[in-house]
């Protein structure tokens, strides 16, 4: 960067399914110190101007982004410039809740401060360095290598965030065997061996792995086939995206907040199976790591939730998971660790700070530059 203070500014854009957030910084000495947040939610988003946001925060220097699905061609922070255009108009279609609303962003940035270096920070990204059996999807491999089919892995700038963050509370457990749980709108499980990613539950789309909010998660492909003769590819596509999930199987809403004060059967069976799916998934890659040091729970649902998190422990005492009821049901915002101090396993619900994450990966691109 340059040494004028006044250009030594960093914008993290955070682009997500239900909002868009939004991190500036000061950058000095090579640390970035947080100036000033913001936060829209889906129906603020779905009105507002990206541009007239912009053009009232200080200019920065550099302006990250978060970039959901990289395909093949995006697989690192990269330095986006005008030229990429096309490469990426390919990769909006990859991610339609996500990419297309991080494609307007970048444009307006762009538009904002033409002389900004615009940052892409793939969530594919941390899983490129995933072995070859937990991202290679069993079809034939002239099918795969023509459409770019692979587990590219979703949730990576969180993930990472979970396990940076953990290092600083239990840098002993952060060198091991790390399982992350991101619990919101979308949910992804990931194993992590000394913060490298060993296996995660998204595939090749966010559409796969645990149950979310509109989202099913795993689900048989005959399911679909089934349907194929009675629904578009489109319709299918909406019905897969936005009215499965918890939505579906509770009848009233994807939202984990209705659903834990609702009374009906239902929305009791959505919770139930919700934590089913993330305890399989724990188990399993207890397996795949050969043990847990610690679990980290992160996103809405995993820091402010306890009750959620009481319901996924709790039958997995036998792998060495001792919860503190107290803490666990004290936790303040910040989040902390949660479980007993005899555990083997190191429990913690953590904030997992995704806009110092993208800051931080696009810092580290621009001194490598």
């Known amino acids: 960067m340059t040494s004028d203070p006044a250009t030594n500014i960093a914008l993290s854009i955070n682009t997500g399914s239900q909002s868009v957030r939004l991190a500036s910084y000061r950058i000095e000495a090579g640390t970035a110190n947080l100036m000033k947040r913001f936060h829209y939610d889906e129906s603020e988003t779905a009105a507002i101007d990206p541009l007239s946001v912009l053009l009232n925060l200080p200019s920065p220097e550099l302006v990250m982004h978060r970039w959901v699905h990289g395909g093949d061609w995006l697989t690192g922070p990269y330095q986006y410039r005008a030229e990429d255009a096309e490469e990426l108009d390919k990769l909006v279609a990859l991610a339609p809740l996500h990419n297309p609303k991080a494609y307007r962003w970048l444009q307006a940035a762009m538009g904002c401060w033409p002389d900004a270096q615009q940052i892409l920070i793939p969530d594919t990204g941390l899983f490129r360095t995933m072995p070859e059996v937990a991202w290679r999807i069993p079809l034939p491999r002239g099918l795969c290598k023509k459409h770019g089919l692979r587990r590219y892995g979703f949730h990576g700038l969180a993930h990472a965030a979970l396990w940076r963050e953990l290092r600083e509370h239990d840098p002993t457990r952060a060198a091991g065997r790390v399982i ?3 619990l919101g709108g979308g949910c992804s499980a990931t194993a992590l061996l000394n913060g490298h990613p060993q296996d995660t539950s998204m595939g090749y789309s966010p559409l796969s792995g645990l149950l979310m909010s509109t989202r099913p998660g795993d689900i048989d492909v005959g399911a679909l086939l089934a349907l194929l003769p009675h629904y578009s590819g489109e319709n299918l596509a909406t019905i897969l995206n936005h009215e499965s999930g918890l939505r579906a199987v509770s009848g009233e809403s994807g939202d984990m907040r209705t ?23 724990v188990g399993a890659y207890a397996a795949v790591l050969g043990g847990i040091d610690a679990l980290v729970f992160g996103g809405g649902i995993g820091l402010h939730a306890p009750v959620i998190r009481e319901r996924i422990v709790q039958p997995l005492e036998w792998l060495g998971l001792r919860m503190d009821a107290g803490r666990n049901a004290g936790l303040s915002d910040n989040g902390g660790r949660i479980s007993t101090p005899d555990s083997p396993v190191g429990l913690y619900a953590l904030a997992g700070d995704e806009e110092r994450e993208l800051c931080e990966q696009g810092m580290a691109l621009e001194r490598s530059e």
């Open 259 to 281: 659903l834990l004060a609702s009374r009906r059967s239902a929305a009791a069976m959505a919770i139930e199976q919700f934590c089913y799916r993330i305890r399989q998934y």
């Open 180 to 182: 992350t749980l991101q």
